[in-house]
């Protein structure tokens, strides 16, 4: 090892200073050392800490929650426990709280900027109540890897990932979210349709950052489409309305105008009708998006779309199987397999051990097959964006054109 002498010793030491003094390094979280006052259910207060997000605290529509901090602190981290609402940062003048940053809460998990206070308010500005599952303070320093900064999904998608509950998207599709997402650098757009409580949406939310997803998902259909298991395609349909969910898919294909979209096994998985429910949907929503004649009524602005690729995981035609066991570059040599097991224990409430990801065996999340190609038949059939990527004078010398039919609406059949 190399001697040093007292310059190096007083440089490398002035640098240390400088580095403690800017905060560098990951920031510290001040939560525990911080005094915190609410408005109301001062009893529920501990809630915003015990790493649970079933559990809450409920301020009210005009609800506040008072810091004072042991350190300058440069952020909030919250994960919201009700409906989005808005929310305002306050400090104290005088003997009054005067506003200094106002805005709309936009995601569950959301991190606050702020610039080193000691002493402020967050308070709701309604309508509806200010309820919190978990709060994080930080002092100074890069933000800690989860700390989710999302951003809103912006134009058009190559993948969407149509699924009916928050773990789906993870255990039945296994490694196409982290593979097509981080290491292929597409534009991957995850669409939960049930409606779901706070808490599995912010669970999904981790899932996603875990896998490399930054741009935030279609969290829910809706109140109208309840999450309630039921067998029966029939059933879901009726509960949730057949019409609404058309409309529903339909404007998400219009919106995000995927290239591909990859999508439930027809049977359900291992039976759920809602997952049977999906890939029927998408079925008649492939057609229904392209058929200028088709409105969706609260965005008739919409134009029509006609995605290139459909894919239904374990549908017997036209068969592919992905390799999530290669390693990748974009998660240091870790395989889309290896991220999709953390990612999936994201979904801290559904450890139950009853399900696990797995790429074998009969519900295989490698496995899937082509309904739908306006590009051509798969050769290779181990890339759901086969032909796509190709170049014009790479592919066959033929027009493209629509190779799988899958029927008319009136006559694709219910898989009960």
Known sequence: MYGMNGKHFIGWLLLFLLIAATGFGEAADITRTTRIRVNRNGNDKERLTDDRYKTYWNGGPKGWLEFETSEPCFGLYIRWAEELTGYQIETMTGEQWIPEQSATARYYNEYIPLDGKSHFRLAGTGPNDLCITEIELLGSGELPQHVELWQPFEGEADLMVLSAHPDDEILWFGGTIPYYRSE???????????????????????CLWTCGVREYPVLSGGKAFKDRYNSQVSQILKMWGEENLYQFVTKMIRQYRPKVVVTHDENGEYGHGAHKTCAYSMKRCLKLAADPDYII?????????????????????????????????????????DVACEAFLRHRTQQSGKYEVRDFGKHDNRRF???????????????????????????????????????????????E
């Not at 459909?310 to 889309?336: C, K, Q």
């Not at 066959?396 to 219910?414: N, R, Y």
């Open 184 to 206: 292929r650098g597409k534009r991957v757009l995850v669409v939960n349709v049930s409606e779901q409580p706070a808490s599995r949406k912010c669970e999904l939310l981790d």
């Open 297 to 337: 009524e609260d965005a008739p602005e919409l134009k029509p779309w006609q995605i290139q690729k459909l894919y239904i995981h374990l549908y017997p035609e036209n068969e592919i199987e992905m390799d999530w066991r290669v390693p990748l570059d974009s998660f240091g040599g870790r395989t889309a397999y």
């Open 369 to 415: 097959g082509l309904y739908y190609s306006a590009v051509g038949p798969d050769k290779e059939k181990n890339d759901f964006f086969e032909n796509i990527e190709a170049s014009e004078t790479e592919r066959e010398s033929v027009p493209a054109k629509v190779i799988l039919d899958p029927g008319s609406i009136e006559t694709v059949q219910i898989n």
